[in-house]
């Protein structure tokens, strides 16, 4: 089946959960407009009524942490609405401009970039779809399969998920893109570094080596001009990542946040749960735990999308630190070419100036969960205490 079949019915799924614009002008188009709001609308609502109705009894900052979930994925949510209704034409446009840099490269590189895009679509997609019926069919199990209950539940809490993970590839599949571009410019460097070997009828020893060598190697300065080639074409991937950034910043932000909340509340009541074990509760703490797996799989997954990028520019220098270099033409072309991709190995992007997109910052959220739940527990403890010196005071004689 045809690559970009998997990619049209994702962006298809996406539109239908109003996260994607529609691509249509006219009536067709102020229709989704109108469907992306509704699907808002409805998801806010409900929020706000389980904001309402939320009565558990819990100390002030556990309930504070546990309700910050509603209000995270409501403006999450309202970003890609914005983007889906009013934002349209810049999303195409950063699609046409990956598109003509793979038009770029030969009909075979062409074919095998559009075939792995495809490959990793259907993974992504297959994979994301599964995991919330999983948690769908879970939250059923949880209610006793009653309809009502399980479809208010999944309308607050599962649909609003879905499509911030949908979201989440929006920004994850076009970085694959230009991962396996920089992919193919590795290829056409180890290419080029193959074409520089002399022939082995050749010696060192032969009059004809230095310039036999020196023709191979530089190739009448059709070596720099590749060269030159591939660095237009990195810089212009850069100027490309930077505008999905832009772009897509303030909602990856706002989703880690979201997600880190969630995963220290989750986390924290697993610790309450094994604590004190309550076997009815056996199959919600199943839920919690593919909660865990979403929020925290989502902080991971958004960072080491941009890693990618970055392990493949490294592949990349190295390749071209290995070119022979015979001419001093060809020495500068590669060393601007070192110097900037160095420069963008340097500098790794942010999400709006605050969070470094780079699997090293795993540490820094690991941090800041672990200080989350130890003051979670803190708190529940000292909370224990109080009731437990209320209880011996109640039992007191006074005489």
């Given amino acids: 089946m045809d690559s970009s079949y998997w990619v049209n019915l994702l962006l298809t799924i996406n539109r239908f959960l109003g996260v994607f614009p529609s691509g249509r002008r006219g009536f067709l188009r102020w229709l989704h407009s109108l469907w992306c709001l509704f699907l808002l609308l409805y998801i806010c609502i409900g929020s706000i009524c389980k904001l309402v109705e939320f009565r558990l ?9 546990y309700l910050m979930e509603f209000p995270g994925n409501m403006s999450t949510i309202a970003i890609l609405v914005y983007y889906a209704v009013l934002n349209s034409p810049r ?3 950063v699609e046409l401009q990956i598109h003509r840099l793979i038009r770029g490269l ?5 074919r095998i970039v559009y075939k792995k895009q495809g490959q990793r679509t259907l993974h992504l997609m297959v994979t994301v779809i599964v995991f919330h019926v ?19 539940s999944n309308s607050v809490y599962n649909l609003p998920a879905l499509m911030m993970s949908l979201g989440v590839l929006q920004y994850a599949l076009p970085l694959h893109l230009l991962c396996l571009l920089l992919e193919q410019m590795s290829i056409s460097v180890e290419d080029l570094k193959l074409r520089q070997r002399p022939s082995r009828d050749i010696t060192k020893l032969d009059a004809g080596y230095e310039s036999a060598f020196a023709v191979l190697v530089d190739a009448g300065g059709g070596t720099s001009l590749l060269i030159e080639e591939m660095r237009s074409t ?11 950034l832009s772009r897509f ?3 990856l932000l706002l989703n880690m946040i979201n997600s880190l909340i969630s995963f220290c509340v989750e986390l924290y009541f697993l610790f309450n749960f094994f604590d004190n074990p309550l076997w009815e509760e056996s199959k919600l703490v199943v839920y919690r735990l593919f909660w865990l797996v979403m929020h925290g799989g989502r902080i991971w997954f958004i960072l080491a999308v ?12 190295q390749l071209i630190n290995e070119l022979e270099v015979c001419s001093s033409h060809l020495e500068r072309t590669i060393n601007r070419f070192l110097l900037q991709l160095q420069t963008s190995i340097d500098q790794p992007l942010e999400a709006c100036g605050i969070v470094t997109l780079d699997t090293l910052s795993l540490g820094g959220f690991i941090g800041v969960v672990m200080a989350i739940v130890i003051f979670l527990i803190q708190i529940g403890l000292g909370n224990k205490s109080l009731m437990g010196v209320a209880l011996n005071r109640s039992n007191w004689v006074y005489i």
Avoid at 136 to 151: A, G, P
Avoid at 234 to 244: A, F, P, S, Y
């Fill in 234 to 244: 990195c810089n212009r991937i850069d100027l490309i990542h930077k505008e999905l």
């Fill in 106 to 110: 030969e009909s075979k590189a062409i």
């Fill in 249 to 251: 910043g303030l909602y």
């Fill in 91 to 93: 999303s195409y446009e």
């Fill in 306 to 317: 941009n890693e990618q990028i970055l392990e493949q520019k490294c592949n990349l220098c």
């Fill in 134 to 152: 999983l948690c769908s069919v879970v939250d059923m199990i949880n209610y006793n399969f009653d309809i009502w209950s399980t479809f208010y």
């Fill in 57 to 65: 009894d819990m100390p002030t900052i556990e309930k504070l942490l």
